[in-house]
């Protein structure tokens, strides 16, 4: 099987006081999410290296290699290798599937994230959705809307690998059966869809005797939530606060 990180790193003018470990979601990629959007700019400057990781099958060498179905477990043995070797205190930062991805780093008993800021993550996934929306070109009977509408409008990946990404991920996820290791900051926009069961999340973390803050920015979806000054700056008070 192929590697599944093809991570870019981008580092702060001064001194880097911490690395945030970045992943995008379902779709997407480092530039649309953390790039475009200016979050990696604001890491950068309040001091914040970012290892942005991109989901496997959504680059452009990514082929379609991937065949195995333990995908999210390899994906989290990888990242669990790669974090020591990152400028601590590592953060974690997740949007949409990429923070389903942050939230199961924080569920393994050896974790290594100080904290993390998840974005658009709700308890439910919606991988089976997605898969049927792309197989058949219409929603399905248990997720009327078509969630990934805009997604798949705006994507640069191929639908044969998305389609394969949301096959190989479609488990089931029970974030109540978790255990969750460092503080975290929930952001969702207001009309998020995909994170309206996100109270689930919040009751999981506090079980588990960790700090959770919640965010839901005003006017913002599931998408434009990205675009929002505020989860910015929020989130970044929040990484600054947890730094070691």
Known sequence: MMPLLNAQLFEPDATTR???LAIHGFGGSTEQSWVKPGWIKKLNAAGFAVYAVPLPLH???AGSQVSDDSLLKAVIGQLSAQIPQLSPPVMGLGFSFGARVIWELLATPDQQLTSAVL???GATNH???AAHEIATDQ???HHPARLFDRVLAHTAVPQDNLLRFAQLT???FEPGNDTINAPVLLISGEFDELAQDSD???TAITASHQICEKLAVPGRDHISVLTSGLARSTAVKFFTRHTG
């Open 200 to 202: 689930e999340l919040v």
């Open 139 to 141: 929603a399905s009977a």
């Open 119 to 121: 974005i658009g993550l």
């Open 170 to 172: 479609a488990d089931n």
């Open 59 to 61: 680059t452009a060498n």
């Open 127 to 129: 991988m089976d959705a």
């Open 18 to 20: 911490a690395t945030v």
